[in-house]
């Protein structure tokens, strides 16, 4: 069974910067993608950035030029680096591994982090 654990959530003031890691039990290239969604309170959770096994990289547009995902093969680990930050970017962010299958995917998902932004 694949394992995700995050870390590196926390509060921080606008403008500031926080760095998230997820730590997969399993060698990151196993996965097609992998990627961290959001999830604010009251509403739903969303796709905020993902990093094929290729390396391609995905950013949802409310983060393209603060936010930027990568990844260390070695340490089968997935950061995200979330700078300029917005009291809107408040949220627990979760880690995600996508393996893709005949007949569909194999979701894994980390226990999330907290990331608080104060105005």
């Known amino acids: 069974q694949v394992q995700l654990v995050e870390s590196g959530g926390g509060l921080v003031q606008a403008g500031g910067s926080l760095r998230l890691s997820c730590a997969a039990s399993a060698s990151i290239y196993s996965f097609n993608y992998m990627g961290w969604y959001r999830q604010a309170p009251g509403k739903q959770r969303e796709l905020v950035a993902t990093?094929?096994?290729?390396?391609?990289?995905y950013y949802t547009d409310s983060v393209k030029g603060r936010f930027t995902i990568s990844r260390d093969i070695a340490k089968n680990t997935v950061y995200l680096q979330m700078n300029s930050l917005k009291p809107e970017d408040t949220a627990v962010y979760y880690c995600n591994a996508v393996k893709n299958r005949l007949f569909g995917t194999e979701d894994y998902w980390g226990q999330g982090t907290q990331g608080t932004v104060s105005s």
């Open positions: 990093v094929s096994n290729a390396g391609s990289t």
